[in-house]
């Protein structure tokens, strides 16, 4: 085997490592409820889970609330402080809901309005299967762009779907009486 043979190997190896540990990223959500750990995956999602991570980094979660709970749908946070404010956030991002990541219980989604490519900071996690929210099934054609996986944490996330909710404004039907925070997101250093 030459040199350049032996190299263009061993550097095919580093792009694969490189690729499986962007893979493997795990955010863990510290919240009022418990840990809720997610897996990103970026070679399916690359927008958005690196939106999501920037997100993380800059600390934006923390503090932010669930505000929308609704039992056999989802929970939904990341845009609101406890007192209903709404954080400030990025320019919106385009939608990759073609990435063959199903809405299925456990999986984390970006919520976004009416327009496809207005998600920003709020997620959701979804706590049943909801085909309709998949771009091939989806009533708009569009779907809602999954970019991840909990992998430890669903008692956590059971815990707050079964929270007593309330209508508090139009913008709020399904807030939870009892706040869950986020204390604090953060990216998980790799082992």
Do not use: C, W
Not at 78 to 105: A, C, D, M, V, W
Not at 131 to 141: I, M, V
Not at 163 to 181: D, G, I, K, R, Y
Request: no cysteine; glycine share 8%; charged share 15%.
């Amino acid at each position: 085997m030459n040199t350049s043979t032996l190299l263009r190997g061993l550097a095919a190896f580093a792009a694969l490592l490189l690729t499986a540990a962007a893979q493997a990223q795990i955010v863990r959500l510290s919240t009022t409820q418990g840990d809720i750990r997610i897996q990103l995956d970026a070679q399916k999602a690359p927008k958005t889970v690196a939106n999501f991570l920037q997100y993380v980094k800059a600390g934006h979660y923390n503090g932010t609330v669930f505000h929308r709970v609704i039992p056999e749908f989802m929970i939904q946070g990341g845009g609101y402080t406890q007192s209903l404010q709404q954080k400030p956030t990025k320019p919106p991002i385009p939608l990759e809901s073609n990435n063959g990541l199903l809405n299925l219980r456990g999986s984390i989604a970006m919520a976004r309005s009416g327009n496809p490519n207005s998600a920003t900071s709020q997620f959701f996690i979804n706590t049943v299967d909801n085909a309709f929210l998949d771009a091939a099934t989806s009533r708009d054609g569009f779907g809602y762009a999954v970019f991840g996986q909990v992998i430890d944490g669903m008692d956590v996330v059971d815990k707050i779907r079964a929270l007593p909710t309330q209508a508090v404004s139009e913008a709020f039907q399904n807030l939870p009486t009892t706040a869950v925070l986020i204390t604090k997101a953060i990216v998980e250093k790799q082992k």
